[in-house]
């Protein structure tokens, strides 16, 4: 059983993002980068998965900074390779950077062809989420996202796959593998590693880096998007603080429903 | 009285520990239970520190380090304080047996996994941004200065840590002690964004990889600078600097906030004419009390203001209750709740307020969040307040 688990860096918004002066792009002077939290999550499920089967993980990330950071915690987690790829396309859009990871995936030596590929299902700076599944056409892979759950039967070659539906439905697929996942949660919460085995691991060494293999020119892998112009929201209007006492407070709220129709 | 000594040896392990003769007469206890009797979490606790001690001793090592029941040491000092051997429990010996649960643990509780991790990636437990660590300095109503900017020596670098940095109700705390120092004519300086946690939770919570790099990257700002003696408003980062850091060469006399103001009492006493009229009962915090032994600056702090009088609770002293928040119980509450364990701060909230005291004054940052927050579930908060002993004396302060 062999697993591949796909993770990328996204913009840590605990600092207050910024545009740079092209007006175009984030200013990256303050600018940190954070694993994408469905990814984690990702690894999670794949590590709860070799925990039970024995599976091989093998966890592959775009260069980035602070990506080591990713990649030896991953290792030290429990993952058995962990591949920096150099030289994807950044930023340039959904199409092109599954184009750009179709193209370079099957090259790395021994990455594919893997039982399962998972990813985050989305993420902050794709809520678009159509990475996975255009990946998952390209490889020729059958794709479910937006999953919480795997559970593998190995010997019959498939996977019983849980999503959430609004109302607490939850809805239960079968698929043949190999295929591609994408998650947006698991069983329980990514795992914790104590610093000092991910210090082991980074003095282990051992991330293995790749470059990319330049995507083909096929009508699948569309124009690359160009980013025009970026702004931050403006604000519309703000929030009425209402001061007083319960009861004062309680007619205020009373009033403004009756004023716009809502009592 | 047990008394608080510098770690020897940086690098200690459980498996080192049991290895050295020194390690071993850790072991000689005498089996006597009042480690057990007297922890605050004892009757609740599967494997209290004299079990436990009896396992390792046994060879029941494995045993001994699966589960989460030490997750519930609240590290307060009380086991290595009645220990008639004096055996360094809360300091040596539960950490290195900690560190290694937690390399089993199959989840750490959310909570504590947060803190850890945020105190990794961003230096403090709650999450905030790096950037802003200095951001309570607008408000100080006095100049701040930040060590970098300063650009020569200073007499003290003052060591503000993350609650008193972050915490809304902490800032109160920073920004007193800022009034005071300036009061005082202290040459003195903050690092801003270059500080850094000082780890001591993380260490006493068995996260020792956690507290290397913290105490890697602070020794290294520390180098950079030039400065004759350390200050800090928290007693974990205290002990840390005084106790553990040395061990990795840090060579500089270090201060609590509450000792250092109390040895210049006699400048300060002119100053603290503003009439306050509280009655106030104050907390000895485990670290600073039972583990330094330090009650009186706070209470001689305490009895200069003007208009105020003071009462002691039950617990006083080496004999204080534990407010639940050392070696990482500060993010153990909804574990301990799940557990059925009672908060700690409750209780001592319960004897705070049977002493008909308005103000609960304490010297440690995570105790405003933990007694406001037990006054507010016991219905106390119309009756008492909480205050740092620094932001009651910025208040006697003379504008």
């Not at chain 1, 539906?165 to 947006?184: C, D, H, K, N, S």
């Not at chain 2, 802003?132 to 200073?154: I, M, N, S």
């Not at chain 2, 060591?159 to 920073?174: L, S």
């Amino acid at each position: 059983m062999k697993i591949l688990v796909m993770m990328k860096m996204v913009p840590d918004i605990v600092e207050e993002l910024e545009v740079a002066g092209d007006g175009k792009s984030l200013d990256q002077e303050y600018l940190r980068f954070i694993v994408n939290e469905r990814d984690e999550y990702a690894l999670e499920q794949a590590l709860l998965l070799k925990d039970r089967l024995q599976a091989t993980v093998t966890v592959v990330a775009p260069e980035a900074p602070e990506v080591d950071d990713v990649l030896f915690t991953a290792r030290a987690k429990g993952a058995d390779r962990a591949i920096k790829v150099t030289g994807l396309p950044v930023g340039s859009g959904a199409r092109a950077t599954a184009a750009a990871l179709a193209a370079t995936l099957p090259g790395i030596d021994g990455a594919l062809p893997a039982d399962l590929v998972l990813g985050g299902c989305q993420s902050i700076d794709d809520l678009d989420g159509f990475v996975a599944p255009l990946l998952a056409a390209a490889l020729g892979l059958p794709y479910l996202g937006l999953v919480s759950r795997v559970a593998l039967d190995a010997g019959m070659g498939k996977a019983t796959v849980s999503k959430e539906y609004a109302g607490g439905v939850m809805g239960r697929f079968e698929v043949t593998l190999p295929a591609l996942l994408g998650i947006q949660g698991c069983e329980k919460p990514p795992r914790y590693v104590p610093i000092a085995k991910v210090r082991a691991a980074i003095a282990a060494g051992g991330i293995e880096k790749v470059a990319a293999a330049a995507a083909s020119a096929s009508a699948s892998a569309g124009v690359p998007l160009e980013i025009r112009s970026m702004a931050k929201p403006e604000a519309a209007g703000h929030a009425e603080m209402l001061q007083g006492s319960a009861r004062d407070v309680a007619e205020k709220v009373a009033d403004i429903l009756a004023a716009r129709g809502l009592l | 009285m047990a008394q608080a000594t510098v770690l020897e040896m940086p690098d200690l392990t459980l498996d080192g520990l049991l290895a050295t003769p020194a390690g071993r007469a850790l072991l000689s206890c005498i089996q006597c239970g009042t480690c057990a009797g007297t922890c605050p979490y004892g009757d609740v606790m599967r494997h209290t520190p004299r079990r436990l001690i009896g396992m390792l001793r046994e060879g029941f090592i494995e045993e001994a380090l699966t589960g989460d029941d030490l997750l519930s040491c609240v590290t307060c000092y009380d086991c290595w304080s009645k220990c008639p051997r004096g055996l360094r429990l809360t300091d040596v010996l539960l950490p290195l047996v900690k560190e290694q649960v937690l390399l089993r643990l199959p989840q750490v509780p959310a909570e504590l996994q947060s803190a850890l991790a945020n105190t990794m990636r961003y230096g403090n437990p709650m999450g905030e941004s790096p950037r802003k660590r200095a951001a309570w300095v607008e408000g100080a109503g006095v100049p701040v200065p930040l060590l970098r900017d300063l650009g020569r020596p200073v007499d003290v670098l003052w060591i503000v840590e993350c609650y008193a940095a972050y915490y809304p109700r902490g800032q109160d705390n920073a920004r007193a002690t800022a009034r005071i120092l300036h009061a005082l004519g202290i040459d003195f300086a903050i690092l801003g964004n270059e500080e850094k946690c000082a780890g001591e939770c993380a260490r006493l919570v068995g996260e020792k990889g956690l507290f290397d790099t913290l105490r890697e990257q602070n020794l290294a700002t520390f180098a950079k600078y030039e400065f004759g003696s350390l200050l800090t408003s928290d007693p974990h980062a205290f002990d840390a600097f005084a106790y553990v850091y040395p061990a990795m060469g840090l060579e500089r006399p270090v201060d609590h906030t509450t000792t250092f103001l109390a040895s210049r009492l006699e400048s300060l006493r002119p100053r603290l004419t503003r009439e306050l009229g509280y009655k106030i009962t104050y907390h000895d915090s485990c670290v600073l009390g039972r583990h330094n032994h330090m009650h009186d600056q706070p209470r001689r702090l305490l009895q200069a203001l003007p208009g105020v009088s003071l009462v002691e609770m039950a617990h006083n002293r080496d004999n204080t209750i534990c407010c639940g928040g050392g070696g990482g119980g500060m993010w153990l509450d909804t574990f301990y709740k799940a557990k059925g364990h009672a908060r700690l701060s409750d209780r001592r909230v319960e004897e705070a307020l049977a002493t008909g005291a308005d103000v609960l004054a304490v010297s440690c940052p995570y105790e405003v969040p933990r007694f406001e927050d037990s006054l507010k579930v016991l219905g106390g908060d119309d009756r008492m307040v909480v205050r740092d002993v620094t932001e009651l004396v910025a208040e006697a302060l003379a504008d």
